[in-house]
């Protein structure tokens, strides 16, 4: 099977500099910032921004000036094109001669004596062009090395670029931020080209306050609200319906009075993001009714909003989607558009035409999440899984770049749902994705590089955030690729100053190229140990169950008392603290104060990565036997747990090597949100709990668990699962024994070659059964296999089909 078929863009390897290369250092009495019109607040701001961050990156005060025709040389001149006639008649011609630009385009062009000129097509553009340069420019200790000669017209090809930046306490990071540390990361989005913040009401699926927040929400999103007024960018809000009730009158004027003191505090709001699901319950015809209402109140303080609503859902009934979209269609003159996103089970070119071309579509992209997401690492490994977990520091720049152009021609823009900083660079790469799809990605690295940590480390910060996409790619046990990528994060924390030291984007890259090699050689160790236990419990007829067990117990519980790699943990745990200082990252619960299962993948730093657990809790139960015969047979057990027999066929459907078995008409470049393909998905299950943040080897009554049982292969929705064995023997009869685990607990109905096997089966309840396969079924020696979900006894729609293990174990007998 071909889940992923990627498609590794061949621009990843060598991909040339986007501009020619510098020709001098202004002089420091020379340089200075000519804004055209004094009068534009925007320009005004361009110039501040460019003043203050080439300020503190070069510790020179960049004198702001307002006449064009000031006689020194390397001016940088900002204005709006057309409205900057005391150029010289040569620069003039120049932008002219290019491009035409649309809103909120930008020209730049180097003029005389050294001068660049930054034409906005209108303010905002003016801003975006001074963004542009100084992401270009390398900035120095009192040195400012400009591009030698610039010509360049861009414009912004998606109207709507953003990210969320939710102020509360289920996010790994933002719930700790200051006002000013809003202020800087919403500039340096802008500086890179976003337009968009989306923030959120202190009343979410969340705790009304934690330990890291350092004001009430109501005030901080005020606050918010006020940074993406001065920089002009558009305020969005996200806004569940988190009440139980919005039919009866008492009710209704409850949860409108909410919004009112919401949207009364607000200096700023455009849109307005209800998600139809995730959370909220609301049937569609009462949700679109519920709008209406909400409508007249957000037009009371902010008459040109808009609200935007998603079609998300957890389990919608067959008749939930029809309905929506049928409301879609009304065309409400309060209606923004539709919000694409996670839990969606319509792909995005169907919905394009399920709804009226008028109606705009915005992209929600989780960018945020590893595992249990919209868009999972492909075939991840399950020991990242496990340590990683589901919100780790998680650049992926080459695969957002494929995702972000494979569903974009179909929306308006995007503005992502993030939950903290560890999405950190994929934030970047997607604003430059929606502001141009033809940039290469090395290009979004480089200005990250060379903006954020300095000139110096342009090129070994974009080649090292690539490295740590490539750190997640196949099995890591044998991926070489994570002790280069920490040689090379070592190498350049070697030789770096200490600005760079406590940089918080240098400390994420370097935290996860240590965290990654540590656990791969825990990884290695540990499977080494459990292979060795496995060794001495082989020989127990001849040393006794007794000692075998001793010696067994002993040497798998080396990983704690004999650990390896312990420099690069310390190191890990280091960065760890600096950067919630820092960066406000929280990632244990304890010191930092995370949400569980949010963000705080350290406290997974030493979770087992072999089957020890479950080894050692079988082996205690093996000693309670008083027979020795009684325990030999417990410890063979333990050993031939996965044994399907003489001529059997078993297959653990989390690994690759299973996976030629699974059949799929999509690979993963023609399906990147496996909506209609398989993926790899990771959880064990716990009876009554449909949702689990953290993969552990613990289910259904607590008890430890077999690795195998925590990554399964998954469907979403009624996509059906299909797996097939041939060369089987046709004169045999098989047993089918199953392991339905995973994080769904999913009514799932299964097939053989169009025979029922077994009726719907509500999974959760127990990991492991057993059928008989009829033997017309195998009358041509192969199987194949069909999963399907049905409803729910609620009559809601399942989420997904999951699949762990399968034995097919043969008998020359009929079973009785």
Not at 155 to 175: E, F, M, S, V
Not at 269 to 284: I, N, R
Not at 333 to 361: A, F, K, M
Not at 428 to 455: A, C, K, N
Request: hydrophobic residues 35%; proline residues 6%.
């Amino acid at each position: 099977m071909k889940i992923r078929g990627r498609i590794i863009l061949a621009a990843i390897i060598c991909m040339m500099s986007s501009f020619l290369m510098p020709i001098g250092a202004a002089k420091p009495d020379q340089l200075a910032i000519v804004v055209a019109d004094r009068n534009s607040r925007m320009l005004l701001r361009a110039a501040q921004v460019f003043k203050e961050e080439a300020g503190k990156r070069t510790h020179l005060d960049i004198p702001v000036i307002f006449n064009i025709n000031e006689k020194r040389k390397n001016l940088v001149i900002i204005g709006i094109e057309g409205q900057m006639g005391k150029l010289d008649r040569e620069t003039i011609n120049a932008l002219q001669a290019m491009n035409p630009t649309g809103k909120e385009g930008f020209k730049i062009v180097t003029g005389k004596e050294g001068s660049v000129i930054i034409a906005g097509h209108d303010e905002a553009g003016a801003f975006y062009g001074m963004g542009w340069l100084l992401r270009k420019i390398t900035l120095l200790d009192h040195r400012i090395i400009i591009p030698g000669k610039i010509s360049i017209s861009s414009t912004p090809i998606y109207p709507i670029r953003g990210h969320q930046l939710g102020y509360r306490p289920k996010t790994n990071a933002y719930d700790a931020w200051t006002v000013k540390q809003f202020d800087s990361y919403i500039r340096d989005l802008a500086v890179f080209g976003a337009n968009s913040i989306e923030i959120m009401p202190p009343r979410t699926d969340d705790d009304p306050t934690s330990a890291n927040m350092k004001m009430p929400a109501i005030r901080m999103i005020a606050e918010q609200s006020r940074i993406c007024r001065d920089y002009r960018l558009n305020v969005w809000m996200w806004y569940p319906n988190m009440g139980s009730d919005y039919t009866t009158p008492d009710s209704v004027r409850k949860e409108l009075a909410e919004r009112e003191q919401i949207f009364r505090v607000l200096p700023k709001l455009d849109a307005l993001f209800v998600p139809g699901g995730d959370p909220g319950e609301l049937e569609p015809d009462q949700l679109f009714e519920w709008l209406g209402k909400v409508a007249a109140v957000l037009r009371k303080y902010h008459p040109k909003a808009k609200i935007w609503v998603s079609p998300q859902a957890f389990k919608p009934t067959p008749n939930w989607y029809d309905d929506f979209y049928r409301n879609i269609n009304k065309k409400y003159n309060w209606l923004g558009g539709v919000v694409y996103g996670p839990w969606i089970r319509t792909p995005l070119p169907e919905v394009r035409e399920l709804i009226g071309p008028s109606v705009p579509i915005r992209l929600y992209p989780d960018i945020t999440h590893s595992l249990s997401c919209q868009y999972p690492v492909p075939d991840w490994d399950l020991a990242y899984a496990m340590t990683l977990g589901r919100e780790c520091i998680n650049p992926r720049p080459v695969d957002e770049q494929y995702i972000h152009n494979f569903y974009a021609p179909l929306a308006s823009g995007s503005i992502s749902y993030s939950e903290g900083t560890n999405d950190d660079v994929n934030k970047f790469v997607w604003t430059g994705q929606d502001w141009d799809p033809s940039t290469p990605v090395i290009e979004t690295l480089r200005d990250y590089g060379r903006y954020f940590i300095g000139p110096d480390y342009t090129e070994n910060i974009a080649q090292g955030l690539l490295s740590l996409e490539l750190d997640f790619r196949g099995p890591l046990i044998s991926n070489d690729q994570v002790e280069k990528t920490l040689f090379q994060w070592r190498d350049m924390e070697r030789n770096a100053p200490q600005e760079v030291l406590s940089n918080p984007r240098f400390q994420s890259g370097l935290l996860r190229a240590c965290f990654d090699a540590y656990v791969q050689r825990r990884l290695r160790y540990e499977n080494s140990l459990e292979m060795q236990a496995k060794e001495v419990l082989e020989n127990a007829k001849k040393t006794g169950s007794a000692d075998a067990i001793r010696q067994a117990r002993e040497i798998l519980t080396f990983s704690r008392t004999k650990p390896v790699a312990q420099e690069l943990k310390l190191r890990c745990l280091a960065l760890a603290d600096s950067l919630y200082r820092s960066f406000g990252e929280q990632l244990t619960v304890g010191r930092h104060h995370a949400a569980e299962g949010r963000g705080n993948f350290i406290d997974n730093i030493d979770i087992p990565l072999n089957d020890a657990l479950w080894i050692l809790d079988q082996l205690n139960e093996a000693e309670k036997y008083n027979e020795e015969t009684q325990r030999l047979d417990a410890i063979y057990r333990i050993l031939h747990r996965t044994d399907p027999g003489p001529g059997g066929f078993y297959d653990n459907f989390g690994q690759p090597s299973a996976w030629k078995r699974v059949k799929s008409e999509k690979t993963w470049a023609e399906d990147p949100g496996s909506l209609e393909s398989p993926r790899v998905s990771f959880g064990v299950g716990l009876k009554g709990e449909d949702w689990v943040h953290e993969v552990v080897a613990k289910g259904f009554e607590g008890q430890s668990t077999p690795l195998a049982w925590m990554n399964q292969i998954n469907t979403l929705y009624d996509t059906p699962l299909e797996i097939e064995y041939d060369h089987l023997d046709t004169s045999a009869y098989y047993i089918l024994r199953i392991s339905y685990t995973g994080r769904f607990r999913s009514n799932m109905k299964l097939t053989a070659n169009g025979v029922k096997i077994h009726d719907y089966i509500q999974t959760g309840n127990k990991p492991v059964y057993e059928f008989h396969i009829p033997k017309e079924v195998t009358s041509n020696g192969i199987i194949h296999f069909t999963w399907t979900c049905g409803p729910d006894r609620d009559g809601e729609g399942e989420r997904g089909a999951q699949v762990s293990e399968i034995w097919l174990i043969r008998n020359s007998v009929k079973p009785k």
